[in-house]
């Protein structure tokens, strides 16, 4: 209990530090952050396409990525990012020999359904995918798509309705239009997908750290004054 009061007055130190306005957009978005969908990227080498799924998530309040690197280092261009990173919780697999296959048991240990994003395969469209239960999006690699594996261990798949010639979207494209109509759907839905208060004080105080210059010295300030 005392670490948890610790931080919250850790929180209104550093709150005091930055303007009003600051920390009531703080809040607001706390209010539409989610870890009830997720998303996961397969091997994508682009750096503005992985750049720009960031980006996308920010805007629609997903606050887990994971990034599976097999073959591809997962690089970002700032340009396009426009400095999405610092508010997101950015999970790499990398370390093992198939990092897709420990990527989707983790996220299925922690009840995460794993919904597989291709043109050629169809279980539900995007109106019709059902956003009660967790889900967990996966996109593959830009020429190829989801990989073998990923199509052999998901619980379902989406397809993105198109009517042109063109067999398929830019990566970037696919995870903007999907995160557009799932959150859409799941903020007139009943499901729980707000966090929790403890995980909105974890990422305030995350975010007032990586907002404020020379917080590790501000920090220190307070705990000696605290101790004082």
Not at 48 to 60: G, K, M, P, T, Y
Request: glycine share 2%; with cysteine; proline share 3%.
């Amino acid at each position: 209990m005392e670490t948890k009061n610790l931080k919250k007055e850790l929180v209104n130190y550093l709150s005091n530090l930055i303007s009003e306005n600051r920390r009531a957009k703080f809040d607001e978005v706390l209010n539409y952050r989610t870890r009830h969908i997720t998303i996961v990227l397969e091997d994508l080498y682009q750096p503005h396409n992985a750049s720009a799924v960031l980006r996308s998530c920010d805007i629609f309040g997903i606050q887990d990525i994971h990034i599976i690197e097999n073959k591809n280092a997962y690089t970002v261009n700032r340009d396009i990012a426009l400095g999405s990173p610092k508010w997101l919780d950015i999970h790499k697999y990398k370390q093992e020999e198939n990092n897709t296959v420990n990527c989707i048991n983790l996220l299925k240990e922690k009840g995460y359904r794993i919904v597989a994003t291709s043109p050629h395969e169809k279980n539900y469209t995007l109106d019709e995918l059902p956003v009660d239960k967790p889900l967990a999006l996966i996109f593959g690699t830009e020429l190829t798509g989801i990989s073998d594996i990923v199509k052999d261990n998901a619980d379902e798949f989406v397809k993105i309705p198109m009517f042109g010639f063109t067999e398929s979207f830019n990566i970037s494209v696919s995870a903007a239009l999907c995160l557009h109509s799932l959150t859409a759907k799941l903020h007139k839905s009943n499901a729980p997908w707000q966090l929790k208060d403890s995980e909105k004080d974890e990422l305030l105080l995350t975010w007032l750290r990586n907002t404020i210059r020379k917080v590790e010295l501000i920090e220190k300030d307070f705990y000696e004054k605290r101790s004082s």
